[in-house]
C-alpha cells in the first residue's frame, strides 16, 4: 500500500464534481476505517478505501483518478452498509471511475476493457453472454491465452454456451444504451 499523499494543491472544483454526480457528501466522513474494515479486496487496493475518502476530503484529483483502488473495487457495497455517516460510498467510487475514465486514466486497462465487453454483451443480446463477453476482451486485451486452462472444465460443466440466445425485447435494451450514450456525448 502506498503512503497517503497529500501533496497535490486541494482541487476544490473536482470534490464538487464528485459531490454533485453521486450525490454524497465526502466531509461526512470521520475516518473510521469502518468501510477499510469490511472491503474484501483492500489487500489489493493501492490506497484503502477509507484513504481514498481522506485523499477526496483533501481534493488531490490526480492522485485518486491514476489509482488501482477505484478500478479494483468489485461495488459489493460493503463499505455502503458499513459506514456510520451513511455516506454511499461504493457510489463514490463508481463516481470515481467514472470520471477517470472520461478524463482517460484509467490505471487498470484491463478491467475497463472487460466492463466494455460485458456492457457490449448486454447492448446486443440484452443478456449476458459468457463466451461473447470472454470472446470481446480477448480480442481487446491481447490476452488470448490467459486462463485458457479453465476453457475445458467450465465446457464441460455447461457452464459457458458456445451459442448466443437474446432475450425478447433485447431491442428494447439496445435503445436504452443508444439513449445512454448520446446524453454522454453530448454531456462531453
Ligand atoms: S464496494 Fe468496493 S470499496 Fe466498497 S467494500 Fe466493496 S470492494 Fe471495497
Ligand atoms: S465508514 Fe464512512 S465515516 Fe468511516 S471511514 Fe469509511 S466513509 Fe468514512
Known sequence: MDTINLSEKTDWAFIEEVKKESGQNPSLCYQCGN????????????YPVSVVMRLLQSGQKETILKSKAIWLCATCETCTT??????DVANIMDTLRIIARREGKVAEKDIQLFYDSFLDS?????RIFEMGILMGYKMKSGHFMGDAELGPKVMSKGKISLFSKSIKGADKVAQIFNR????????G
Do not use: I, S
Open 122 to 126: 448486454m447492448k446486443k443480446h440484452g
Open 35 to 46: 468501510c477499510t474494515g469490511g472491503c474484501p479486496y483492500t489487500q489489493y487496493f493501492d
Open 82 to 87: 458499513r459506514c456510520p455517516c451513511d455516506v
Open 180 to 187: 445512454f450514450q448520446e446524453k454522454a456525448k453530448k454531456h
